[in-house]
DNA sequence: GCCAACGTTGGC
DNA sequence: GCCAACGTTGGC
């Protein structure tokens, strides 16, 4: 099986490429929307994923992940106190799942969003569709490929 | 099965 | 803070 490339979305505030550097890997706990969630249960070890800030000023894919393990129950489902409880999810039947991310690059500066609409070569992309909300995604090898540039190459 | 009301995401 | 574009809920 090819490998496949994602993006992924988080609030800085909340969890941040940077932590993810200094955590080394994570789990992606808290999707609670079904697309997303079938998104993550495709995802195999080694998986490459945009990792995207949103709510900045501006928004902007910060880095790269990469699957470390692949789709189990996520616990937080079933966690009273969490943020992200669903009483619906049981551990017996479980309705949420969530992945394991390793850190792999942060690029020197976020790839800001209205660099990434200038670009012809990123023309449906998922991220770029008005009103699009998905926070996991599927990414095409060559729109991977086209942003990772972006991200590595010096700016301003 | 329809759809109004409501809640959430996320750019601006 | 505003609001467009969703997704979910629940009455019927």
Redesign the pocket.
């Known amino acids: 099986m090819a490998k496949r490339y994602w993006l992924v979305?988080?609030?800085p505030d909340v969890y941040s490429i940077e932590d993810l550097e200094r955590d080394g890997r994570t789990h992606w706990e808290g999707v609670?929307?079904?697309?997303a969630r079938n998104f993550l249960r495709e995802m195999k070890r080694g998986d490459r994923v945009l990792f995207?800030?949103?709510?900045?000023?501006?928004?902007g894919v910060a880095g790269i992940a990469e699957v470390v393990r692949e789709a189990y129950p996520d616990p937080t489902a079933w966690d009273p106190k969490s943020d992200y409880h669903d009483p619906?999810s049981t551990p017996e039947n479980p309705r949420w799942f969530m992945v394991d991310v390793g850190f792999v690059e942060r690029f020197p500066e976020p790839v800001p969003?209205?660099l990434l609409?200038e670009q012809e070569a990123l023309e449906g992309m998922e991220?770029l569709?008005?009103?699009?909300?998905?926070?996991v995604q599927p990414v095409s090898k060559e729109h991977f490929d086209h942003v990772v540039a972006l991200g590595r190459r010096k700016r301003r």
């Open positions: 979305k988080s609030e609670r929307n079904y697309q995207y800030h949103s709510s900045t000023t501006p928004p619906a969003l209205p609409k991220l569709r008005k009103g699009s909300r998905l926070s």
